[in-house]
Protein backbone atom coordinates (compact mmCIF):
# COMPACT_ATOMS: atom_id res chain seq x y z
CA UNK A 1 0.00 0.00 0.00
CA UNK A 2 1.36 3.32 -0.98
CA UNK A 3 1.87 5.38 2.21
CA UNK A 4 2.22 9.16 2.15
CA UNK A 5 2.48 11.42 4.85
CA UNK A 6 0.83 14.81 5.20
CA UNK A 7 1.58 17.38 7.47
CA UNK A 8 -1.19 18.43 9.39
CA UNK A 9 -0.62 20.94 12.23
CA UNK A 10 2.17 20.18 13.04
CA UNK A 11 1.62 16.71 13.06
CA UNK A 12 2.90 14.06 10.39
CA UNK A 13 -0.38 11.73 10.13
CA UNK A 14 -0.75 8.78 7.65
CA UNK A 15 -2.71 10.04 4.24
CA UNK A 16 -2.99 6.62 2.01
CA UNK A 17 -4.72 5.64 -1.20
CA UNK A 18 -5.14 1.80 -0.64
CA UNK A 19 -5.54 -0.23 -3.88
CA UNK A 20 -7.95 0.90 -6.73
CA UNK A 21 -9.96 4.25 -7.39
CA UNK A 22 -12.80 4.00 -9.80
CA UNK A 23 -14.65 7.06 -11.51
CA UNK A 24 -18.07 7.40 -11.31
CA UNK A 25 -19.24 10.60 -12.51
CA UNK A 26 -17.75 13.77 -14.24
CA UNK A 27 -19.58 16.71 -12.42
CA UNK A 28 -16.91 19.03 -13.91
CA UNK A 29 -18.89 22.68 -14.09
CA UNK A 30 -17.34 25.75 -15.80
CA UNK A 31 -16.04 28.26 -13.39
CA UNK A 32 -17.39 31.63 -12.56
CA UNK A 33 -14.71 34.41 -14.37
CA UNK A 34 -16.32 37.88 -13.01
CA UNK A 35 -14.49 40.41 -11.33
CA UNK A 36 -16.09 41.53 -7.69
CA UNK A 37 -16.22 45.03 -6.53
CA UNK A 38 -17.98 46.44 -3.42
CA UNK A 39 -19.06 50.42 -4.16
CA UNK A 40 -17.93 52.23 -1.02
CA UNK A 41 -19.95 55.07 -2.16
CA UNK A 42 -22.63 54.46 0.36
CA UNK A 43 -21.99 52.43 3.64
CA UNK A 44 -25.79 51.78 4.59
CA UNK A 45 -25.79 50.26 0.64
CA UNK A 46 -23.12 48.59 -0.58
CA UNK A 47 -23.52 47.32 -4.49
CA UNK A 48 -21.76 44.46 -6.22
CA UNK A 49 -20.40 45.54 -9.37
CA UNK A 50 -19.44 43.02 -11.76
CA UNK A 51 -17.09 43.57 -14.66
CA UNK A 52 -14.41 41.62 -16.56
CA UNK A 53 -11.62 43.92 -15.77
CA UNK A 54 -7.84 42.42 -15.70
CA UNK A 55 -5.51 43.92 -13.45
CA UNK A 56 -1.79 43.74 -14.01
CA UNK A 57 1.13 43.53 -11.49
CA UNK A 58 1.79 47.59 -11.80
CA UNK A 59 -2.13 48.12 -10.94
CA UNK A 60 -2.63 48.86 -7.45
CA UNK A 61 -6.43 50.46 -6.53
CA UNK A 62 -6.69 53.05 -3.63
CA UNK A 63 -8.64 52.62 -0.68
CA UNK A 64 -11.45 54.80 0.87
CA UNK A 65 -12.21 54.60 4.34
CA UNK A 66 -15.81 54.96 5.55
CA UNK A 67 -14.46 55.61 9.35
CA UNK A 68 -14.23 58.92 10.15
CA UNK A 69 -11.11 60.60 11.40
CA UNK A 70 -11.14 62.83 14.62
CA UNK A 71 -8.94 65.46 16.63
CA UNK A 72 -8.52 64.73 20.10
CA UNK A 73 -7.17 62.28 22.01
CA UNK A 74 -10.19 60.69 23.44
CA UNK A 75 -10.91 56.63 22.25
CA UNK A 76 -14.17 55.00 21.58
CA UNK A 77 -15.75 52.41 23.30
CA UNK A 78 -15.07 48.69 21.45
CA UNK A 79 -16.64 45.73 21.77
CA UNK A 80 -14.54 42.60 20.88
CA UNK A 81 -16.85 39.34 19.32
CA UNK A 82 -14.92 36.09 19.48
CA UNK A 83 -16.00 33.51 17.32
CA UNK A 84 -14.56 29.44 18.12
CA UNK A 85 -14.61 27.14 15.87
CA UNK A 86 -14.40 23.95 18.45
CA UNK A 87 -14.30 21.08 16.29
CA UNK A 88 -11.25 18.59 16.96
CA UNK A 89 -8.47 19.77 15.17
CA UNK A 90 -9.16 23.40 16.79
CA UNK A 91 -7.05 21.96 19.74
CA UNK A 92 -3.85 21.65 17.65
CA UNK A 93 -4.25 25.62 17.86
CA UNK A 94 -4.79 25.61 22.02
CA UNK A 95 -1.83 26.90 23.29
CA UNK A 96 -2.22 29.84 20.95
CA UNK A 97 -5.93 30.70 21.56
CA UNK A 98 -4.64 30.54 25.44
CA UNK A 99 -1.78 33.43 24.80
CA UNK A 100 -5.10 35.39 24.84
CA UNK A 101 -3.96 37.22 28.07
CA UNK A 102 -1.16 38.83 25.86
CA UNK A 103 -4.54 40.77 24.09
CA UNK A 104 -5.93 41.45 27.41
CA UNK A 105 -3.01 42.87 28.72
CA UNK A 106 -2.33 45.60 25.34
CA UNK A 107 -5.70 46.08 26.05
CA UNK A 108 -4.49 47.11 29.95
CA UNK A 109 -2.04 49.27 28.77
CA UNK A 110 -3.35 51.13 25.86
CA UNK A 111 -6.79 50.97 26.04
CA UNK A 112 -9.49 51.12 24.97
CA UNK A 113 -10.66 51.98 28.37
CA UNK A 114 -14.42 50.70 27.89
CA UNK A 115 -14.07 47.02 26.39
CA UNK A 116 -16.19 44.82 26.35
CA UNK A 117 -15.85 40.96 25.42
CA UNK A 118 -18.18 38.56 24.29
CA UNK A 119 -17.57 34.58 22.68
CA UNK A 120 -19.63 32.21 20.50
CA UNK A 121 -18.10 29.01 20.00
CA UNK A 122 -19.28 26.85 16.71
CA UNK A 123 -19.34 23.42 15.44
CA UNK A 124 -23.40 23.10 14.75
CA UNK A 125 -25.51 25.93 15.57
CA UNK A 126 -23.03 28.95 16.65
CA UNK A 127 -23.90 29.67 20.68
CA UNK A 128 -23.47 32.55 23.03
CA UNK A 129 -20.84 31.50 25.98
CA UNK A 130 -20.12 34.96 27.32
CA UNK A 131 -22.06 37.69 26.92
CA UNK A 132 -20.73 40.95 26.65
CA UNK A 133 -18.63 41.73 29.79
CA UNK A 134 -15.79 43.87 30.87
CA UNK A 135 -14.48 40.96 33.04
CA UNK A 136 -11.62 39.46 31.57
CA UNK A 137 -11.69 36.23 34.26
CA UNK A 138 -14.52 35.74 32.08
CA UNK A 139 -12.51 35.56 28.81
CA UNK A 140 -10.11 33.65 29.88
CA UNK A 141 -12.50 31.09 31.41
CA UNK A 142 -14.44 30.58 27.71
CA UNK A 143 -11.21 30.39 25.82
CA UNK A 144 -10.24 27.62 28.29
CA UNK A 145 -13.48 26.08 27.91
CA UNK A 146 -13.30 26.40 23.70
CA UNK A 147 -9.82 24.85 23.94
CA UNK A 148 -10.53 22.24 26.16
CA UNK A 149 -9.86 18.49 24.62
CA UNK A 150 -12.93 17.31 25.85
CA UNK A 151 -15.22 19.79 24.74
CA UNK A 152 -15.33 19.21 21.18
CA UNK A 153 -18.16 20.19 18.77
CA UNK A 154 -17.82 19.55 15.46
CA UNK A 155 -18.86 18.41 12.02
CA UNK A 156 -20.48 21.31 10.97
CA UNK A 157 -18.66 24.64 10.90
CA UNK A 158 -19.97 27.76 9.28
CA UNK A 159 -18.10 30.64 10.50
CA UNK A 160 -19.35 33.21 7.91
CA UNK A 161 -23.21 32.60 9.30
CA UNK A 162 -21.76 33.14 13.01
CA UNK A 163 -20.59 36.76 11.33
CA UNK A 164 -23.39 37.61 9.99
CA UNK A 165 -25.63 36.36 13.02
CA UNK A 166 -23.48 38.74 15.01
CA UNK A 167 -24.81 41.65 12.79
CA UNK A 168 -28.33 41.18 12.27
CA UNK A 169 -31.15 42.89 13.61
CA UNK A 170 -31.65 39.87 16.20
CA UNK A 171 -28.95 37.93 17.34
CA UNK A 172 -30.42 35.64 19.80
CA UNK A 173 -33.19 35.26 17.10
CA UNK A 174 -34.74 31.49 18.43
CA UNK A 175 -34.74 30.33 14.55
CA UNK A 176 -31.49 32.15 13.34
CA UNK A 177 -29.66 33.38 16.27
CA UNK A 178 -27.29 32.57 18.64
CA UNK A 179 -28.09 29.40 21.44
CA UNK A 180 -27.77 31.18 25.07
CA UNK A 181 -25.29 28.68 26.30
CA UNK A 182 -23.28 30.96 28.85
CA UNK A 183 -21.00 29.73 31.28
CA UNK A 184 -21.61 31.73 34.20
CA UNK A 185 -25.53 32.30 35.34
CA UNK A 186 -27.25 35.53 34.56
CA UNK A 187 -28.33 37.48 31.10
CA UNK A 188 -27.21 35.70 28.59
CA UNK A 189 -27.88 37.34 25.16
CA UNK A 190 -25.71 39.56 22.52
CA UNK A 191 -26.08 42.39 21.19
CA UNK A 192 -23.56 45.94 20.10
CA UNK A 193 -23.25 49.00 22.18
CA UNK A 194 -24.58 52.07 20.16
CA UNK A 195 -21.48 53.98 19.14
CA UNK A 196 -18.81 51.18 19.63
CA UNK A 197 -16.26 50.08 17.48
CA UNK A 198 -17.20 46.69 16.32
CA UNK A 199 -14.04 44.41 16.07
CA UNK A 200 -14.81 40.38 15.06
CA UNK A 201 -12.00 38.11 15.51
CA UNK A 202 -12.85 34.62 13.88
CA UNK A 203 -10.90 31.46 14.08
CA UNK A 204 -11.04 28.24 11.93
CA UNK A 205 -8.92 25.99 10.52
CA UNK A 206 -11.64 24.66 7.61
CA UNK A 207 -13.79 26.29 5.30
CA UNK A 208 -17.94 27.57 6.10
CA UNK A 209 -19.81 25.07 6.04
CA UNK A 210 -23.75 25.50 5.07
CA UNK A 211 -25.30 27.95 7.67
CA UNK A 212 -26.43 25.40 10.33
CA UNK A 213 -29.57 27.36 10.43
CA UNK A 214 -32.14 27.33 8.06
CA UNK A 215 -33.41 30.80 8.14
CA UNK A 216 -29.72 31.65 7.54
CA UNK A 217 -29.53 30.28 4.36
CA UNK A 218 -29.75 31.90 0.92
CA UNK A 219 -32.51 30.69 -2.08
CA UNK A 220 -29.45 28.89 -3.78
CA UNK A 221 -28.51 27.07 -0.89
CA UNK A 222 -32.07 25.53 0.01
CA UNK A 223 -32.21 24.45 -3.65
CA UNK A 224 -30.79 20.87 -2.64
CA UNK A 225 -29.34 18.68 -5.77
CA UNK A 226 -25.22 19.45 -5.47
CA UNK A 227 -25.59 22.84 -4.11
CA UNK A 228 -23.56 21.42 -0.81
CA UNK A 229 -21.59 18.67 -1.17
CA UNK A 230 -20.41 15.72 1.59
CA UNK A 231 -18.86 16.20 4.58
CA UNK A 232 -17.82 12.22 4.83
CA UNK A 233 -16.96 9.59 2.59
CA UNK A 234 -19.90 8.09 1.79
CA UNK A 235 -20.35 4.15 1.18
CA UNK A 236 -20.35 2.87 -2.14
CA UNK A 237 -23.47 1.03 -1.99
CA UNK A 238 -25.63 4.21 -1.40
CA UNK A 239 -27.37 5.09 -4.19
CA UNK A 240 -26.48 9.02 -4.14
CA UNK A 241 -23.68 10.61 -3.96
CA UNK A 242 -24.49 12.00 -0.23
CA UNK A 243 -27.53 11.60 2.41
CA UNK A 244 -29.26 15.26 2.81
CA UNK A 245 -27.69 15.72 7.05
CA UNK A 246 -24.19 15.28 5.38
CA UNK A 247 -24.70 17.08 2.85
CA UNK A 248 -22.84 20.81 3.93
CA UNK A 249 -20.06 21.38 2.04
CA UNK A 250 -19.34 24.46 -0.12
CA UNK A 251 -19.35 23.18 -3.40
CA UNK A 252 -17.75 24.52 -6.48
CA UNK A 253 -17.20 25.22 -9.79
CA UNK A 254 -14.68 23.84 -12.14
CA UNK A 255 -13.25 20.03 -12.52
CA UNK A 256 -14.44 18.13 -9.94
CA UNK A 257 -15.45 14.32 -10.34
CA UNK A 258 -16.84 11.37 -8.29
CA UNK A 259 -14.28 8.39 -7.32
CA UNK A 260 -14.77 5.42 -5.67
CA UNK A 261 -12.65 2.57 -4.16
CA UNK A 262 -10.45 2.49 -0.79
CA UNK A 263 -9.50 6.01 -0.16
CA UNK A 264 -8.26 7.22 3.24
CA UNK A 265 -6.49 6.16 5.94
CA UNK A 266 -6.38 8.63 9.00
CA UNK A 267 -6.06 8.13 12.75
CA UNK A 268 -5.83 4.08 12.35
CA UNK A 269 -9.46 3.98 10.07
CA UNK A 270 -9.50 2.82 6.81
CA UNK A 271 -12.51 3.19 4.66
CA UNK A 272 -11.54 0.30 1.92
CA UNK A 273 -15.40 1.35 0.45
CA UNK A 274 -15.90 4.51 0.45
CA UNK A 275 -17.03 7.72 -2.40
CA UNK A 276 -15.97 11.17 -2.47
CA UNK A 277 -16.30 14.19 -4.83
CA UNK A 278 -12.31 15.58 -6.14
CA UNK A 279 -10.51 18.26 -7.80
CA UNK A 280 -10.20 16.43 -11.25
CA UNK A 281 -7.59 19.30 -12.66
CA UNK A 282 -5.49 22.31 -11.94
CA UNK A 283 -7.99 24.23 -14.58
CA UNK A 284 -9.30 27.13 -12.37
CA UNK A 285 -12.62 26.69 -10.02
CA UNK A 286 -14.20 29.11 -8.34
CA UNK A 287 -17.03 29.18 -5.50
CA UNK A 288 -20.74 27.97 -6.82
CA UNK A 289 -22.81 30.48 -6.85
CA UNK A 290 -25.25 29.34 -3.49
CA UNK A 291 -21.25 29.82 -1.99
CA UNK A 292 -20.48 33.11 -3.25
CA UNK A 293 -23.63 34.41 -2.48
CA UNK A 294 -23.30 33.66 0.49
CA UNK A 295 -19.84 35.78 0.72
CA UNK A 296 -21.13 38.95 -1.13
CA UNK A 297 -23.98 38.67 1.68
CA UNK A 298 -21.45 38.42 4.62
CA UNK A 299 -19.38 41.38 3.13
CA UNK A 300 -22.69 43.78 2.60
CA UNK A 301 -23.17 43.24 5.99
CA UNK A 302 -19.75 43.75 7.75
CA UNK A 303 -19.95 46.72 5.55
CA UNK A 304 -23.07 48.30 6.99
CA UNK A 305 -22.65 46.96 10.48
CA UNK A 306 -19.10 49.38 10.18
CA UNK A 307 -17.39 45.68 11.65
CA UNK A 308 -13.48 45.20 11.89
CA UNK A 309 -13.15 41.51 11.28
CA UNK A 310 -10.26 39.39 11.56
CA UNK A 311 -9.90 35.64 10.41
CA UNK A 312 -7.68 33.55 11.73
CA UNK A 313 -7.62 30.35 9.66
CA UNK A 314 -5.46 27.63 6.94
CA UNK A 315 -4.75 28.79 3.64
CA UNK A 316 -3.75 25.48 2.65
CA UNK A 317 -6.10 22.73 3.21
CA UNK A 318 -9.09 22.02 5.29
CA UNK A 319 -8.47 19.74 8.57
CA UNK A 320 -11.72 17.57 7.96
CA UNK A 321 -9.96 14.29 6.30
CA UNK A 322 -12.92 13.23 4.71
CA UNK A 323 -14.30 15.92 3.19
CA UNK A 324 -14.45 16.99 -0.84
CA UNK A 325 -10.91 18.25 -1.80
CA UNK A 326 -10.96 21.45 -3.66
CA UNK A 327 -7.20 21.48 -3.48
CA UNK A 328 -4.76 20.39 -6.11
CA UNK A 329 -1.97 19.20 -4.55
CA UNK A 330 -0.46 16.28 -2.43
CA UNK A 331 -3.69 16.12 -0.29
CA UNK A 332 -6.43 15.14 -3.14
CA UNK A 333 -5.85 11.25 -3.86
CA UNK A 334 -6.98 12.22 -7.81
CA UNK A 335 -4.16 14.83 -7.96
CA UNK A 336 -1.76 11.49 -6.99
CA UNK A 337 -2.68 9.21 -9.50
CA UNK A 338 -1.58 11.79 -12.68
CA UNK A 339 1.71 13.63 -12.60
CA UNK A 340 0.50 17.32 -13.11
CA UNK A 341 1.71 20.26 -11.11
CA UNK A 342 0.10 21.31 -8.09
CA UNK A 343 -1.67 24.51 -7.48
CA UNK A 344 -1.15 26.10 -4.54
CA UNK A 345 -3.13 27.36 -1.73
CA UNK A 346 -6.47 27.25 -4.11
CA UNK A 347 -9.15 26.11 -2.63
CA UNK A 348 -13.18 26.67 -0.84
CA UNK A 349 -11.28 28.40 2.03
CA UNK A 350 -9.31 30.92 0.42
CA UNK A 351 -11.96 31.17 -2.08
CA UNK A 352 -14.79 31.99 0.61
CA UNK A 353 -12.25 34.18 2.77
CA UNK A 354 -9.26 35.46 0.88
CA UNK A 355 -5.30 34.53 1.34
CA UNK A 356 -3.04 35.44 4.26
CA UNK A 357 -0.14 35.72 1.69
CA UNK A 358 -1.82 38.45 -0.23
CA UNK A 359 -2.76 39.93 3.06
CA UNK A 360 0.24 42.79 2.72
CA UNK A 361 1.91 43.55 6.03
CA UNK A 362 4.96 44.63 7.17
CA UNK A 363 7.07 43.49 10.00
CA UNK A 364 4.84 40.29 10.43
CA UNK A 365 6.37 39.14 13.35
CA UNK A 366 6.57 42.55 15.49
CA UNK A 367 4.29 45.61 14.34
CA UNK A 368 1.86 43.40 12.13
CA UNK A 369 1.54 46.60 10.03
CA UNK A 370 -1.40 45.71 7.47
CA UNK A 371 -1.03 47.39 4.06
CA UNK A 372 -4.89 47.36 2.92
CA UNK A 373 -4.16 49.17 -0.72
CA UNK A 374 -1.53 46.15 -1.73
CA UNK A 375 -4.09 43.54 -0.24
CA UNK A 376 -7.15 43.97 -2.30
CA UNK A 377 -4.23 44.26 -5.46
CA UNK A 378 -2.92 40.89 -4.49
CA UNK A 379 -6.60 39.30 -3.96
CA UNK A 380 -8.10 41.01 -7.01
CA UNK A 381 -4.13 39.88 -9.16
CA UNK A 382 -4.92 36.50 -7.80
CA UNK A 383 -8.50 35.95 -8.98
CA UNK A 384 -10.21 36.61 -5.51
CA UNK A 385 -11.73 39.72 -5.66
CA UNK A 386 -15.14 37.82 -4.80
CA UNK A 387 -13.59 36.32 -1.52
CA UNK A 388 -14.41 38.11 2.21
CA UNK A 389 -11.26 39.96 2.18
CA UNK A 390 -11.29 41.88 -1.24
CA UNK A 391 -15.40 42.29 -1.09
CA UNK A 392 -14.65 44.64 2.55
CA UNK A 393 -11.69 46.09 1.90
CA UNK A 394 -12.96 47.24 -1.60
CA UNK A 395 -16.28 48.59 0.11
CA UNK A 396 -14.05 50.93 2.61
CA UNK A 397 -14.08 48.19 5.29
CA UNK A 398 -11.84 46.59 7.26
CA UNK A 399 -10.92 42.78 6.58
CA UNK A 400 -7.97 40.72 6.86
CA UNK A 401 -6.93 37.18 7.29
CA UNK A 402 -3.99 35.49 9.58
CA UNK A 403 -2.47 32.26 8.60
CA UNK A 404 -3.76 30.06 11.88
CA UNK A 405 -0.14 27.74 12.13
CA UNK A 406 1.84 31.21 11.42
CA UNK A 407 0.27 32.55 14.72
CA UNK A 408 -1.49 30.46 16.82
CA UNK A 409 0.51 26.93 16.25
CA UNK A 410 3.08 28.31 18.96
CA UNK A 411 2.16 30.65 22.13
CA UNK A 412 5.69 32.90 21.10
CA UNK A 413 3.82 33.59 17.61
CA UNK A 414 0.15 34.14 19.07
CA UNK A 415 1.17 36.65 21.60
CA UNK A 416 2.53 38.82 18.41
CA UNK A 417 -0.60 38.31 16.82
CA UNK A 418 -2.66 38.71 19.85
CA UNK A 419 -1.11 42.33 20.63
CA UNK A 420 -1.67 43.44 16.81
CA UNK A 421 -4.95 42.34 16.80
CA UNK A 422 -6.19 44.11 20.06
CA UNK A 423 -4.73 47.49 18.82
CA UNK A 424 -6.66 47.04 15.27
CA UNK A 425 -8.93 49.55 16.51
CA UNK A 426 -7.04 51.69 17.03
CA UNK A 427 -5.10 52.46 14.39
Not at 66 to 74: F, I, M, Q, V
Not at 240 to 259: H, M, N, R, V, Y
Not at 352 to 357: A, E, L, R, V
Amino acid sequence: MPLLHVLLGGLLLPYAVMGAMTLVTDYTTVANTSFYKMAPACGLCPKIEVTQETYTTSANPSWTSLNLDCSGTGQTAVDYLFIIDMSKSMKLYASGLLAINSFISDIAANGPTDPLFSVVVFGGPPRLIMAPSSDTTLLTNAFTYATTSSNVASGHEAVLEAIRISLGSNPMSPSAGFAAACLTGGACSFSWRAGATRSIIALTDEDSDLPTLPANRNAKQLSGGMTSLCSMLTSTSYAGFCSDTAAIEPSWDGPKQLWRGSIYTEDDRTTPNSKQIFRSGPERCSLSAAYQEEVLQTARMIVRGNAMVTLLMLPWKSNNPYQPRSQWDDDNPVFLLGDSDPVQDDNTAVWQFGHPDYAVMQNEFSAMVYNKDASIGEHWRHNLSGSLTALVLSGGGYARTLDMETYMETSSNAQIAWKAIAKIPRQ
